[in-house]
């Protein structure tokens, strides 16, 4: 690999990016860089994560083709040669309706979050298997997590993202046109945190079957015009609602009335009712997938899977790191028909592993904002040697990277202290 020491071109060439503030002199840029090489044993638990879908932007590559060109630009092109069309295109010029089509918005989500870890290794020597401990995504952003974490390639990760995200386009309007009405997801935040589960029991009540763990099989035998899942437990005040929109309206109505609770409803930014079982064609063409060797060139008679991989990921459907090639397999192939734990994923890391440090790479702040729910906000201001932080434009690199560096060694101080 070639050096990647700071240059007085890297400097101007990001300086010169409207949205790229200059980073500061060559020698602190040099240091950054430096510290992205060091990985103490005694630094804090880190975990990196990924965002979902929802978090699309037309244009959302800009920054970083103006600020690395050189690097951004044959990734770009691979993502375009994977897909089989110029998906990039599509993301910088739109427009927005066509970006937000499930195949288009879901590969582009991951490529581009892939860009940016590609862009911290390469520029800023900034490896997730030397700086963190776990990884995870939040739905879609698993893709990206277990690529990060060594237990997929991108160009793997990458088709398996877009056929996904193809059956479940078309596994929509063919429940639209089989059964009419309109499909989508609705998330439902409630003001007070005790009132989450009395909210999700009414639900479950109201829709005469429980959510939880493999719900989609209890849903199975409705039609889908009559199911309302939860998609997804995104923290201590929010749900997500996944199915029919008319009957997801319903249930907020019932839940307003006989709880006495006035939980705000938010229509998102889906044309497609994930994590539900109206997703289920899906779960077979990742299935067959899975099952096949990986399409890297000079790879092709090797498992798709890599396990275990350079880093601990966590599933979407356990909330628990993959224990297995064959159970990662079997929970990734599931996972767009199952509840996205992602609040419960949090509190493990938080409670249980006791992970301090945490780096959200992607588009987008949603992310940051769950996480930030959970673990209090966590802040160098906060709680000496942790942090939540988020890479989602350039400008946040110098930030997150000073952050980190910062924090490298408290365990390691903390211990002498108590010694």
Not at 388 to 396: K, N, R
Request: charged residues 25%.
């Amino acid at each position: 690999m070639a050096s990647l020491r700071t240059s007085s071109a890297v400097v101007s060439r990001m300086s010169a990016c409207h949205r790229v503030p200059k980073f500061g002199t060559s020698r602190q840029l040099r240091l950054l860089r430096n510290v992205s090489t060091q990985a103490p044993s005694s630094r804090p638990k880190t975990a990196i994560f990924f965002p979902g879908q929802g978090v699309q932007k037309v244009g959302m590559l800009t920054p970083w083709l103006e600020a690395f060109p050189a690097t951004a630009k044959p990734i770009v092109q691979e993502i375009d040669d994977i897909v089989g069309f110029k998906l990039s295109d599509i993301i910088q010029d739109g427009p927005n309706k066509v970006l937000n089509l499930t195949p288009n918005a879901q590969p582009a989500i991951m490529a581009t979050s892939i860009i940016i870890l590609r862009i911290l290794e390469k520029e800023f020597n900034f490896f997730a298997s030397e700086r963190a401990d776990f990884t995870l995504g939040h739905s879609l952003g698993e893709f990206a997590a277990l690529v990060a974490s060594g237990h997929l390639a991108f160009s793997d990760s990458l088709y398996m993202v877009q056929k996904r995200a193809e059956a479940m386009a078309l596994a929509t309007k063919r429940a639209e046109e089989e059964y009419g009405g309109e499909y989508g997801m609705v998330a439902v935040v409630t003001e007070n945190p005790e009132y989450l589960q009395q909210v999700i029991s009414a639900i479950d009540e109201f829709v005469g079957y429980s959510s939880a763990g493999s719900k989609s099989e209890s849903a199975e035998d409705r039609s889908p015009i009559d199911q309302v899942l939860i998609a997804n437990i995104n923290s201590k005040n929010q749900i997500v609602l996944s199915g029919n929109i008319e009957r997801i309206k319903t249930l907020v109505a019932h839940v307003r009335q006989f709880l006495g609770h006035d939980p705000r409803a938010v229509r998102l930014k889906s044309d497609s009712p994930f994590h539900s079982p109206i997703m289920k064609p899906a779960v077979g063409v990742m299935h067959r997938i899975l099952a096949g060797k990986s399409r890297v060139k000079g790879r092709e008679q090797e498992d798709i899977v890599t396990f275990p991989g350079d880093l601990v990921c966590i599933s979407n459907v356990t909330a628990r790191p993959f224990e297995s090639k064959a159970e990662l397999k079997d929970l990734l192939a599931r996972q767009c028909l199952e509840t996205v734990q992602w609040w419960e994923s949090i509190k493990y890391l938080d409670q249980e592993e006791k992970v301090r440090r945490w780096v959200g790479i992607g588009p987008g702040k949603v992310g940051r904002n769950l996480v930030g729910k959970e673990v209090g906000m966590r802040g160098k201001d906060t709680v000496k040697g942790g942090g939540v932080w988020a890479i989602t434009d350039p400008s946040e690199i110098e930030e997150v990277l000073r952050g980190l560096e910062e924090t490298e060694h408290f365990v390691e101080e903390e211990t002498e202290e108590v010694d």
